[in-house]
T-cell receptor, first 114, second 113 residues
Framework: DAGVTQSPTHLIKTRGQHVTLRCSPI?????VSWYQQVLGQGPQFIFQ???????GRGNFPDRFSARQFPNYSSELNVNALLLGDSALYLC?????????????FGPGTRLTVL | GQNIDQPTEMTATEGAIVQINCTYQ??????LFWYQQHAGEAPTFLSY????GLEEKGRFSSFLSRSKGYSYLLLKELQMKDSASYLC??????????????FGQGTTLQVKP
C-alpha cells in the first residue's frame, strides 16, 4: 500500500510570494496533520484536519492556512512568505483523531525562501 | 507549559547497545512516541507507550515512567544504518489537541564501526 505522499518535493520561492503544498494520506486514513521542521529541530505542529474540518491549530500566524478535501487529501497554504518560513513541511496521516491513533509521515516538501 | 528534552547528539559503536533518554513536562499525558528520521527523509514510527513499562519490538525497546515524566529508547545490536535522528514526541491532551504531537529537538545518533 502507498504511504503518505506529498508534492512537490522541493520548492524555491522569494519573499512575499505564496505557496501551496499538497498531501495525500494513506488509503483509509481520514485525518491529516501538518508540521514544520526547521533544520536541527523537531517538527512543530501547524494544523490537524479530520473529515474536512479543522480539529487543531498550532502557534502559527494567519499567513498559514489549510484545508482538507472530500477524498481526505489536504493543502497547506502560506502567504507573504518570509525567510524564516524556509523549512521541511511534513504531512502526517492517521485513521482518526483518537487517543490511540498513530501518525505516519510523508517524505516532506523542502521549501526554500530567498 | 510543555517541554520535551533529549540529548542533542550521541555516538555508539556498531554491535553495541545505546539508550536515548527523553524527559517531558506537559499538562496532562496522552501517550509518547518515538520516531526515527534519517537525514532528508520523513520520520518513521518506531514505538508508542501510554502505560508504564517496557515495550519491546525486535532490536528496539521503549520504556515509560509517567510518574517521572521519563522515557527511553533502547537500541540493541547497533548497525550502521541506525545512524539517524531519534525524535521523542508526546501527544496533546484535550479537545483539539489529540492530533497534535509535541516533539523534542531530536537526538542525532552516530554509529561508528
Amino acid at each position: 500500500d502507498a504511504g503518505v505522499t506529498q508534492s512537490p518535493t522541493h520548492l524555491i520561492k522569494t519573499r512575499g510570494q505564496h505557496v501551496t503544498l499538497r498531501c495525500s494520506p494513506i488509503s483509509g486514513h481520514k485525518s491529516v496533520s501538518w508540521y514544520q521542521q526547521v533544520l536541527g529541530q523537531g517538527p512543530q505542529f501547524i494544523f490537524q484536519y479530520y473529515e474536512k474540518e479543522e480539529r487543531g491549530r498550532g502557534n502559527f500566524p494567519d499567513r498559514f492556512s489549510a484545508r482538507q478535501f472530500p477524498n481526505y487529501s489536504s493543502e497547506l497554504n502560506v502567504n507573504a512568505l518570509l525567510l524564516g518560513d524556509s523549512a521541511l513541511y511534513l504531512c502526517a496521516s492517521s485513521l482518526r483523531t483518537g487517543d490511540t491513533d498513530t501518525q505516519y509521515f510523508g517524505p516532506g516538501t523542502r521549501l526554500t525562501v530567498l | 507549559g510543555q517541554n520535551i528534552d533529549q540529548p542533542t547528539e550521541m555516538t555508539a559503536t556498531e554491535g553495541a547497545i545505546v539508550q536515548i533518554n527523553c524527559t517531558y513536562q506537559t499538562s496532562g499525558f496522552n501517550g509518547l512516541f518515538w520516531y526515527q528520521q534519517h537525514a532528508g527523509e520523513a520520520p518513521t514510527f518506531l514505538s508508542y507507550n501510554v502505560l508504564d513499562g517496557l515495550e519491546e519490538k525486535g532490536r528496539f525497546s521503549s520504556f515509560l515512567s509517567r510518574s517521572k515524566g521519563y522515557s527511553y529508547l533502547l537500541l540493541k545490536e547497533l548497525q550502521m544504518k541506525d545512524s539517524a535522528s531519534y525524535l521523542c514526541a508526546v501527544r496533546g491532551v484535550g479537545s483539539g489537541n489529540t492530533g497534535k504531537l509535541i516533539f523534542g529537538q531530536g537526538t542525532t545518533l552516530q554509529v561508528k564501526p
